[in-house]
């Protein structure tokens, strides 16, 4: 069955730098994008971003451009999101999750934590 | 951006009662929309593609309509299990963007 696993969250300090890893299986990982989407304290989804099935397109939200970077490894089959500059709003429960084929999610992770916070 | 307003943001029904939803693209998306159930804790589920197409292995008793801007999303006869957030989310284009969730609580 597909399963994806989010690695990484923790607790760091304003400005700071955390990598994010999400481990998939059960699909043929080469052929689909994977998305990440957060979920800050007593809100609602936000989309962050998302990468092409073969890595060539990757696009994110406005308020992350230029500090986060997603990646992924297809003989791995895992997508990494590397995050800098990390702000206190940036803090959230973070999910990757599988393309469905027309940029919706079918599949999601259970998600990992990250905390901004001195 | 597209901006997805969904409404209410919570309400209270009785278990059988019909549970109605709506969603609200600040432009037209065609029938790009999906929908979400997604308990604290837990994964969210996918639930609808293309605004009323059901994914095997969901009840029936959800059901999803609408194109161009205004989009529903029913459950008919709710259930104790239904109990969760809900959320729009358009595919139209990229930033994708989700409604801010309705929280579904049994009266």
């Known amino acids: 069955q597909v399963q994806l696993v989010e690695s990484g969250g923790g607790v760091v300090q304003p400005g700071g730098s955390l990598r994010l890893s999400c481990a998939a299986s059960?699909?043929?990982?080469?052929?689909?994008?994977v998305h990440w989407v957060r979920q800050a304290p007593g809100k609602g989804l936000e989309w962050v971003g998302f990468?092409?099935?073969?890595?060539?397109?990757?696009d994110y939200t406005d308020s992350v451009k230029g500090r986060f970077t997603i990646s992924r490894d297809n003989s791995e089959n895992t997508v990494d999101l590397q995050m800098t500059g990390l702000r206190a709003e940036d803090t959230a429960v973070y999910y990757c999750?599988?393309?469905?084929?027309?940029?919706?999610?079918?599949?999601w992770g259970q998600g990992t934590l990250v905390t901004v916070s001195s | 951006d597209i901006q997805m307003t969904q409404s209410p943001s919570s309400l209270s029904a009785s278990v059988g009662d019909r549970v109605t939803i709506t969603c609200q693209a600040s432009?037209?998306?065609?029938?790009?929309l999906s929908w979400y159930q997604h308990k604290p804790g837990r994964a969210p589920k996918f639930l609808i593609y293309?605004?009323?197409e059901l994914i095997t292995g969901v009840p029936s008793r959800f059901n999803g309509s609408g194109s161009g801007t205004d989009f529903t999303f029913t459950i008919s006869s709710l259930q104790p299990e239904d109990i969760a957030i809900y959320y729009c989310?358009?595919?139209?284009?990229?930033?994708?963007?989700f409604g801010g969730g309705t929280k579904v609580e049994i009266k």
């Open positions: 990468i092409r099935y073969d890595g060539t397109k990757r």
């Open positions: 999750g599988k393309d469905g084929g027309g940029y919706w999610i079918d599949y």
């Open positions: 989310q358009q595919y139209d284009s990229l930033p994708l963007t």
């Open positions: 293309d605004a009323s």
């Open positions: 059960g699909f043929t990982f080469r052929n689909f994008a």
């Open positions: 432009q037209d998306i065609t029938n790009y």
